[in-house]
Each structure stands twice: as C-alpha cells, then as structure tokens.
C-alpha cells in the first residue's frame, strides 16, 4: 500500500495550524473569558492529537519499491 506523500504534507499544514491557535491561549481568555478558553484549547488538544497520531500511522505506511518515481513531489533518482 502506497500513500501519497500530500496526504501527510497537508495533515503537518493543519497540525502547525491547531498548534499555533493553542498558543494563543493567552488572546482567546482576553477575547472569550477563562472559561470558553478552556474548552477552546481541550477541544484544539484533542483535535491536534488526532491529527497527529494520523499523521504518524500514515508515516509508518512502507512504500512498495518503486514507488519513488509515482509522486510529483519525491526526490529524484
């Protein structure tokens, strides 16, 4: 099984995304109170530990030989 390199680009993309808005933890208790802040970054924390486990399965996925020469984006022999 072969994944596209993309797919884990992307899933880095909106993992760097979540991480950024947790830390900006500081803002969002200024904007929306202590209290929506809380649940604001326990739902971004589990959002991020999500993406990132996926990211991490699809990471181990071993690329049958070859497979090199299929994406766009791989480096050249």
């Known amino acids: 099984m072969t994944i596209n390199p ?3 680009v992307w899933l880095s993309i909106i993992a760097m ?3 950024a808005l947790v830390l900006c933890g500081a803002e969002f208790t200024t904007l929306f109170g202590s209290v929506a802040t809380a649940k604001i970054l326990a739902g971004l924390g589990v959002i991020n ?3 990132n486990g ?3 399965v699809l990471h181990m996925i071993p690329s049958k030989p070859g497979a090199m020469d299929q994406f766009a984006l791989a480096p050249k022999p």
Do not use: P
Request: overall charge positive.
């Open 49 to 51: 530990a999500v993406i």
């Open 17 to 19: 995304i979540v991480s």
């Open 54 to 56: 996926v990211n991490g």
């Open 6 to 8: 993309r797919i884990g």
